[in-house]
């Protein structure tokens, strides 16, 4: 079993950045693809970033696209999210996610889920 918590979330405004954090339990992090979902009120989950586990390939969300990158730090079993030019709309609880193959994939079909930190962009 895996427990991912986030950390990082806040209240900041429009064009600030903001840093996540998702620290992982277990000895196989390392091996996991990791992802970044996020989910606004009223609205279903969406895919943000991902990473595989060796850290070459990397997808996005369009609408983060040059704004957002995604990064890992298997010694700390740690991933993050860093935020920057933050927009009204990417207001939402943010996820990590871990999925035990490593391949990635921007279906929300990853094996672990973390509790979620609140990012709210004011304008």
């Known amino acids: 079993q895996v427990q991912l918590v986030e950390s990082g979330g806040g209240l900041v405004q429009a064009g600030g950045s903001l840093r996540l954090a998702c620290v992982a339990s277990g000895r196989t992090f390392s091996t996991y693809a990791m992802g970044w979902f996020r989910q606004a009120p009223g609205k279903e989950r969406e895919f943000v970033a991902a990473?595989?586990?060796?850290?070459?390939?990397?997808i996005y969300a369009d609408s983060v696209k040059g704004r957002f990158t995604i990064s890992r730090d298997n010694a700390k079993n740690t991933v993050y999210l860093q935020m920057n030019s933050l927009k009204p709309e990417d207001t939402a609880v943010y996820y990590c996610?871990?999925?035990?193959?490593?391949?990635?994939?921007?279906?929300?079909?990853?094996?672990?889920w973390g509790q979620g930190t609140q990012v709210t962009v004011s304008s």
């Open positions: 996610a871990a999925k035990r193959t490593p391949i990635i994939t921007t279906m929300p079909t990853y094996d672990y």
């Open positions: 990473m595989d586990w060796t850290s070459r390939s990397t």
